[in-house]
């Protein structure tokens, strides 16, 4: 199946700081999804992305198809921007059925920590 | 709107016992997925539903694990009996008809604790 990775796996910022996250994923993907998965286990949706440049306030994301990658900036960062963040991709599977259907994968997610 | 809806949030139980977990989707979305989200890790697909049809329950460990979808809205994953290994997050998500275009929305997750 397709392998997707995220780096770095932890970073730690302080307040105010820029950062930028990686993902690469192995294959040609359908789509990809960025989430915040917040301090009490909610996966909040960032981007929905398969392709180009897209930005929402603070943050803004980045996927090249092509060469298989995609980047979330975070400006100015701030303490409730701690969490993980998570990439996944959507591929497409086949079931017993013979019928297409998009699989999200997930990577192993950064971990972001910001201090005051 | 309603975003996806999941109770319990969080349950403790011995092993051996069995455990439901409910799932209400997002009004109008026909597909449902459960996944599992083990600590460190990103989720992980173990059934889809498209409507009331089940298409791809592959990752599901089928000896122990069971789901439902009645009348192709809410869904409830159950664990008869749950074992040491299956203490994680059980995510429920949702997204519009099938297709490799339609973004998924998660619900807030169920912790599973089993001693």
């Known amino acids: 199946g397709i392998q997707v990775e995220q780096s770095p796996p932890d970073l730690i910022l302080q307040e105010g700081a820029n950062s930028t996250l990686r993902c690469n994923f192995s294959d040609s993907v359908n789509n990809l999804q960025w989430f915040h998965q917040n301090p009490w286990g909610q996966l909040i949706n960032l981007f929905y992305i398969p392709s180009g440049t897209k930005q929402n306030g603070r943050l803004s994301a980045t996927t090249v198809a092509t060469e298989r990658y995609s980047l979330l900036y975070i400006s100015s960062s701030q303490t409730t921007d701690s969490g993980v963040y998570f990439c996944a991709v959507v591929s497409l599977s086949w079931n017993a059925g013979g019928t297409s259907y998009g699989k999200l994968t997930f990577g192993q997610g950064t971990i972001l920590t910001v201090h005051p | 709107e309603a975003g996806v809806v999941q109770s319990p949030r969080y349950k403790i139980i011995e092993k051996k016992q069995p455990v439901a977990f409910w799932c209400n989707p997002i009004?109008?979305?026909?597909?449902l997925y459960w996944y599992r989200q083990n600590l460190g890790q990103g989720p992980e697909l173990l059934i889809r539903y498209e409507n009331e049809e089940a298409v791809d329950d592959s990752q599901l460990p089928k000896d122990r694990f069971s789901a439902e979808r009645l009348k192709g809205v809410d869904s409830t994953l159950k664990i008869q009996p749950a074992e040491l290994g299956d203490s994680a997050v059980y995510l429920c998500?949702?997204?519009?008809?099938?297709?490799?275009?339609?973004?998924?929305?998660f619900g807030p997750g169920t912790r599973l604790t089993v001693l």
């Open positions: 009004s109008g979305h026909n597909t």
């Open positions: 998500a949702s997204s519009l008809a099938s297709g490799s275009v339609n973004e998924q929305f």
